[in-house]
């Protein structure tokens, strides 16, 4: 392999593993889109509980359930089988969920990994077909109660904790801080 090709192999592998990245930051905020520059329009998807073209994807993840208050998606390694235009990437996923079924919130984790085929076209790497894994699911119980702060401490504004829509980091990143 000449220093060309593997500097281009590892200039791809950084812009596969940020789609992914991008894209479990989408989800979490809710936000079509920073999904949509994840996705190839003509992308399937299969989370065995949900599956479909992209388009169906987009309408269950945004504006998302109403039983799911909250997520975090906390994305680990990816092992990519890289080719020219076309990858396999294999990512670890914990998820986190703040769930309502009718009992009140309820904080929920799911293991798992995802199976996603990405195809490069220009400059830019895209999902163009993702399968989810399971591994484990832990129901942890009674969600915290924020209202409370954290560890017995009072938070100092109501900016600290994480929700789906209007969270603070969109400001952040936009650059409109308070």
Known sequence: MTEAVAVRDM???EAIRDCIARLARGEDRRSAQIIQGCWWPEARFDYGVHRGDFE???????PGSPTIRN???FIGQSVIAL?????????????????D?????????IG???????EKRGAEWRIAD???????????????????GVMGYPFAGT?????????FSEDWFAGEMA
């Open 11 to 13: 200039l791809d592998r």
């Open 112 to 118: 798992g990994r995802y199976l996603d085929r990405l």
């Open 83 to 99: 080719s020219e235009s076309h990858a396999r990437a294999e990512t670890h996923v914990l998820s986190y969920h703040r769930i």
């Open 71 to 73: 997520t975090q998606h």
């Open 56 to 62: 169906t994807y987009l309408g269950w993840v945004v």
């Open 159 to 167: 900016h600290f904790t994480g929700r789906a829509h209007r969270d």
């Open 130 to 148: 993702r399968v989810m894994l399971y591994d484990w699911e832990q129901d942890w119980g009674d969600a915290a109660d924020w209202s409370k």
């Open 101 to 109: 079924l009718g009992a009140g919130d309820r904080d929920t984790c």
